[in-house]
C-alpha cells in the first residue's frame, strides 16, 4: 500500500525558519509533491523532488533522501500568509497516482 | 483563464438526491481526477481518467460514476446521497506525477 507520514501541527514565528518532514512508504515511487492549502481553499503546488537533493523556489525548498524514503519542505522567512496546511504526496508508477499525507497545519504567529 | 474549473463551487441538497459536479481543464493535460477532502482535510484519491480512460478507481461506492467525454472534462455523478458523502470534492488535472493543478473545489453538503 501507500502511506506518508507528517506532523499534524507545527507552529512557529514571523521572520522564523521551519521544516516539516515527510515519510513515505510508496510501492513504484516516482517522487515526492509539496501543495499548500489555505483554509476555504484548494490545494497549490509548491514544488516536486524525483531526485535526492535540495530544490529552491524562492523562500521554500523541498529535500528528498530516497534511499531514506523521507522528505521535507523548508520554508524560510515565514510570514504571516504562510498560515496553512501542507500536504506531502508520493507519485507512483500508478498512472502517475499521488497519495496525499495527512497534511500539516502551519501557524505562524507574530 | 481559469486553469482548472469545477462548477457548482457549493452543493447543498437532500439525502437519497442525485447530483452532478463538472470539471474542465484548458491545461492540455492528459490526466484528470477526482479527489474528496474530509472535514479532517484527508484528500483521498477516488478516480485518474488518462485520455478518457478511467485507469484508477479508488475502492469507490458505485453510487459514485465518473463520466469523460474528452479528456478536458472529467465529470462526477453522484446516486442516491447520503449524509457521509458531505465533504469538500477537488478535480485536478496533470500532465505527469510532478505536479497537480487543482480546481477550486465543491463543497458538498447533504442534508
Known amino acids: 500500500g501507500q502511506s506518508l507520514e507528517q506532523p499534524s501541527e507545527v507552529t512557529a514565528v514571523e521572520g522564523a525558519i521551519v521544516q516539516i518532514n515527510c515519510t513515505y512508504q510508496?510501492?513504484?515511487?516516482?517522487?515526492l509533491s509539496w501543495y499548500q492549502q489555505h483554509d476555504g481553499g484548494a490545494p497549490t503546488f509548491l514544488s516536486y523532488?524525483?531526485?535526492?537533493g535540495l530544490e529552491e523556489t524562492g523562500r521554500f525548498s523541498s529535500f528528498l533522501s530516497r534511499s531514506d524514503s523521507y522528505g521535507y519542505l523548508l520554508l524560510q522567512e515565514l510570514q504571516m500568509k504562510d498560515s496553512a496546511s501542507y500536504f506531502c504526496a508520493a507519485a507512483s508508477s500508478n498512472a502517475g497516482k499521488s497519495t496525499f499525507g495527512d497534511g500539516t497545519t502551519l501557524t505562524v504567529k507574530p | 483563464d481559469t486553469a482548472v474549473s469545477q462548477t457548482p463551487k457549493y452543493l447543498v441538497t437532500q439525502m437519497g438526491n442525485d447530483k452532478s459536479i463538472k470539471c474542465e481543464q484548458n491545461l492540455g493535460h492528459d490526466t484528470m481526477y477526482w479527489y474528496k477532502q474530509d472535514s479532517k482535510k484527508f484528500l483521498k484519491i477516488m478516480f485518474s481518467y488518462n485520455n478518457k480512460e478511467l485507469i484508477i478507481n479508488e475502492t469507490v461506492p458505485n453510487r459514485f460514476s465518473p463520466k469523460s467525454p474528452d479528456k478536458a472534462h472529467l465529470n462526477l455523478h453522484i446516486n442516491s446521497l447520503e449524509l457521509g458523502d458531505s465533504a469538500v470534492y477537488f478535480c485536478?488535472?496533470?500532465?505527469?506525477?510532478?505536479?497537480?493543478?487543482f480546481g477550486s473545489g465543491t463543497r458538498l453538503t447533504v442534508v
Open positions: 523532488n524525483a531526485l535526492d
Open positions: 510508496t510501492s513504484g515511487f516516482y517522487g
Open positions: 485536478a488535472s496533470s500532465s505527469g506525477p510532478e505536479g497537480y493543478t
